[in-house]
């Protein structure tokens, strides 16, 4: 199956969401954003995806091991692990340093990457399929514009993978969302 056939019948099935904390004790408080990353339009969520081949000799499915990188990683980048919060009599952004954790999502497709063009525009898979939007029982409150980052690991038929990132602007721009994911200690 390949091409818009394999898309049509492509599924993405979210199968497990939780919340990924640093792996050792971090440093809390709070820490003030600049002028510019406190302008309401910093508040948005920048979006990406990266597509990996799988390897057949892969002794550990992807999303676990990205799960037990990232919570070390935290460790050295604590602030990702905080929550957006507004401080003081003006409501000023912070990141306040609570060591909460990021969300993190796992999902598998029912196609391989080679099915659906390993991704490549146009999409033959729907973008927010790929990408992490957290669901909440009725009952909690968890506002998604308070998280700082946000992961979802898709494992395709053929054991290659997407991963999927919701980095909030106010806390770094793409430049600084690249280099906490390509050197995380």
């Known amino acids: 199956m390949r091409g818009s056939a394999a898309a049509a019948a492509a599924t993405v099935t979210r199968v497990a969401q939780r919340v990924v ?6 440093p809390g408080g709070a820490l003030p954003l600049s002028w510019l990353d406190r302008y309401p339009t910093q508040r948005a ?10 390897r057949a000799d892969a002794a550990v499915a992807p999303a676990a091991a990205i799960e037990r990188a990232l919570a070390a990683a935290l460790v050295s980048y604590y602030p990702i692990a905080g929550r957006l919060a507004e401080r003081g009599d ?26 659906v063009d390993y991704l490549e ?13 957290p669901t909440y029982p009725a009952s909690e ?15 395709f038929a053929c054991g290659g993978f997407v991963v999927g990132f919701r980095f909030s602007h106010a806390v770094a721009d793409g430049p600084g969302a690249a280099q906490s994911i390509n050197n995380p200690s």
């Open 21 to 26: 904390a640093p792996s050792a004790a971090t």
């Open 45 to 54: 969520l920048i979006e990406s995806l990266h597509v990996f081949k799988g």
């Open 90 to 115: 003006g409501g000023e952004l912070v990141v306040d340093c609570t060591g909460e954790g990021v969300w993190f999502i796992e999902a598998t497709a029912s196609c391989s990457l080679e099915d």
């Open 121 to 133: 525009y146009p999409l033959m898979v729907d973008k927010d399929e790929l990408l992490p939007h």
């Open 141 to 155: 409150s968890h506002p998604e514009d308070s998280l700082i980052l946000l992961v979802q690991v898709t494992q």
